[in-house]
């Protein structure tokens, strides 16, 4: 594109989303070495979940998806590094129409995606598909051989780099002060955590799994003097901690909730005067086929089978007016790491 017709075309709104939404999906495929998601691919991309890479292989039956995961936990144990992992994964996709046919049940209307019929749905086919009752204490358990090696042993250089150049984006746009009161909703392994508390952040995290929470303690807490307040729980009980919060933060968490707008509404009341709530690299995209519902990319329905994780995609519309309906301002979009996360910020209206 001719940089001079460039600039003038990042002008107007739609097409300057549709352009961050394309820089992000091709980084997404720099960074996990998927092959063939090209930009015509991403702006054909309408009626699926995920973009459709030339190499696709699409899981048609729990027979193909129960075989996807015995592979996917092979060449886990193969020693692979999580960036050749995700370039495996990336390559499935859960044929979804194959599996509403299988459940039995057509998705309702996208009329009214706050319906509690709507919720029941999403919440039912999540279950058929993962094959066990959706439980909050299934989210996050890790294996205990990462508790006895070095970070930078656990995780590999170049996801190290990643994250840290993510989180300097992210500060320059928080510009925490000392002491600035800062909540992790779904810290999981406590990356973000470490980086904010040395900034000199008041740190609070909270997340569902104790096995994390351990990790954070012995890595952080134990071994680099790292100073947080940790509470076990689901999202809900944020409700009886006793503070406010300037900052609250979800990093790649909130499509663990069932529930958006119980925990919105919770958290409304939790933000100080003039704080601000935070969605960094959450799945949030113009471009979903649902208002939200589970996301068929082999990473998530690999999660959603194995560990029985909650792994939900949201379109922008939608998330929008989840927002509306349950207090807060319009969301400001900010775009990290070269254009290839999105970061999502709002704040309460009263």
Same mark, same amino acid.
């Given at each position: 594109m001719n940089s001079t017709i460039k600039k003038l075309a990042l002008k107007i709104p739609d097409v300057k989303r549709i352009y961050e939404e394309l820089t992000f999906l091709r980084n997404l495929n720099l960074k996990t070495g998927i092959s063939g998601l090209e930009e015509d691919n991403c702006l054909k991309f309408k009626d699926n979940v995920n973009p459709p890479s030339k +190499?696709?292989?699409? !899981?048609?039956?729990?027979? %193909? !998806?129960?075989?996807?995961?015995?592979?996917? @936990?092979? +060449? *886990?144990?193969? $020693?692979?590094?999580?960036? #050749?992992?995700? @370039?495996?994964? *990336?390559?499935?996709?859960? %044929?979804h129409q194959s599996f509403i046919a299988l459940f039995g049940k057509l998705p309702p209307s996208e009329s009214d995606p706050f319906s509690e019929a709507y919720s029941s749905w999403v919440m039912s086919f999540f279950e058929f598909v993962s094959g066990k009752k959706y439980s909050f204490d299934s989210e996050g358990n890790i294996s205990n051989d990462k508790m006895d090696k070095p970070l930078a042993v656990t995780f590999d250089f170049d996801y190290r780099m990643w994250h840290m150049r993510v989180y300097t984006d992210f500060v320059k746009i928080v510009r925490p002060q000392y002491g600035t009161r800062v909540l992790e909703?779904?810290?999981?392994?406590?990356?973000?955590?470490?980086?904010?508390?040395? /900034?000199?952040? #008041?740190?609070? @995290?909270? %997340?569902?799994?104790?096995?994390?929470?351990?990790?954070?303690? +012995?890595?952080?807490?134990? #071994?680099?003097?790292?100073?947080?307040?940790?509470?076990?729980?689901?999202?809900?009980?944020? #409700? %009886?901690?006793?503070?406010?919060?300037?900052?609250?933060?979800?990093?790649?968490?909130? &499509?663990?909730?069932?529930?958006?707008?119980?925990?919105?509404?919770?958290l409304r009341k939790k933000l100080s005067q003039n704080g601000r709530l935070f969605f960094l690299n959450e799945p949030i995209l113009s471009s979903y086929d649902a208002p939200w519902g589970i996301r068929y990319d082999g990473e998530s329905i690999m999660q959603?089978?194995?560990? $029985?994780?909650?792994?939900?995609?949201?379109? !922008?519309?939608?998330?929008?007016? /989840? /927002?509306?309906?349950?207090?807060?301002?319009?969301?400001?979009?900010?775009? /990290? &790491?070269?254009? $290839?996360?999105?970061?999502?910020?709002?704040?309460?209206?009263?």
């Open positions: +190499k696709m292989n699409l !899981l048609k039956s729990f027979e %193909d !998806l129960d075989r996807f995961i015995e592979i996917c @936990a092979k +060449k *886990g144990q193969a $020693g692979l590094s999580l960036n #050749e992992q995700r @370039a495996f994964w *990336g390559s499935y996709q859960l %044929d909703m779904g810290c999981g392994f406590g990356h973000l955590v470490a980086f904010m508390e040395r /900034l000199g952040c #008041e740190v609070t @995290a909270l %997340d569902a799994s104790k096995s994390m929470l351990n990790f954070i303690n +012995k890595k952080y807490v134990s #071994e680099q003097n790292v100073k947080v307040n940790l509470i076990h729980g689901s999202y809900y009980d944020i #409700e %009886d901690y006793e503070g406010y919060f300037d900052v609250i933060v979800f990093e790649s968490s909130f &499509h663990h909730c069932g529930e958006p707008v119980r925990l919105l509404e919770i959603i089978r194995k560990n $029985g994780w909650l792994e939900l995609g949201y379109r !922008l519309d939608f998330f929008e007016e /989840l /927002l509306s309906r349950t207090g807060f301002h319009k969301m400001k979009t900010h775009t /990290l &790491h070269d254009g $290839g996360v999105f970061l999502f910020e709002t704040s309460s209206i009263s």
